[in-house]
T-cell receptor, first 113, second 113 residues
């Protein structure tokens, strides 16, 4: 299995631009998670899905952030408009069930200038 | 609520030294416990896990025992290598209604040749 796939691996953009991060979970996994990692705040759970349905989005910073999972093999995290404080590494993870072991993708390193 | 507390870092050791990284937790239910490792520039990888009291997780020479009486899950390795240099995260998933993975802050380990 290829594991969790994320794209792009690196993204540099200017403040105000829209950013879309993509994730393909491991085939057969029913739960998908989006995390953000910064030096200041560590790892933060942004949102997670069970069977393509958002279950908990309490970690989403504000309305500029949105996430979708249109099918079992694809999810997006969108930031519109982006701000410099959004600069971070964004990880996607998946698991068979929400309470089981999560497998992480390699992350997307986002820099907003 | 659930929480994970890791010892303060960073930790610097010489090759072949003994490693202990402390982790204690607070949970409302009966959590599963995890150690994840993040190598430079990469995503998080599951290192080992334990799902019930007195279980010992082990992988790549690392071990951790689920101690319910002390609510701890300390990570140990008898002889570290330079290639073990990474950030180590302790985490838990509770078995209650909240299935989110709760992470500790992580600790950076540097191993000198």
């Amino acid at each position: 299995d290829a594991g969790v796939i994320q794209s792009p691996r690196h993204e540099v953009t200017e403040m105000g631009q829209e950013v879309t991060l993509r994730c393909k979970p491991i085939s057969g996994h029913n739960s998908l998670f989006w995390y953000r990692q910064t030096m200041m705040r560590g790892l933060e759970l942004l949102i997670y899905f069970n069977n393509n349905v958002p279950i908990d989005d309490s970690g989403m910073p504000e309305d500029r952030f949105s996430a979708k999972m249109p099918n079992a093999s694809f999810s997006t995290l969108k930031i519109q408009p982006s701000e410099p404080r959004d600069s971070a590494v964004y990880f996607c993870a998946s698991s068979l069930k929400a309470e089981e072991t999560q497998y992480f993708g390699p992350g997307t390193r986002l820099l907003v200038l | 609520g659930n929480s994970v507390t890791q010892m303060e870092g960073p930790v610097t050791l010489s090759e072949e030294a003994f490693l202990t990284i402390n982790c204690t937790y607070t949970a409302t239910g009966y959590p599963s416990l995890f150690w994840y490792v993040q190598y430079p520039g990469e995503g998080l990888q599951l290192l080992l896990k334990a799902t019930k009291a007195d279980d010992k997780g082990s992988n790549k020479g690392f071990e951790a025992t689920y101690r319910k009486e002390t609510t701890s899950f300390h990570l140990e390795k008898g002889s570290v290598q330079v290639s073990d240099s990474a950030v180590y995260f302790c985490a838990l998933i509770d078995t209650g209604a909240n299935s989110k993975l709760t992470f500790g802050k992580g600790i950076t380990l540097s191993v000198r040749p």
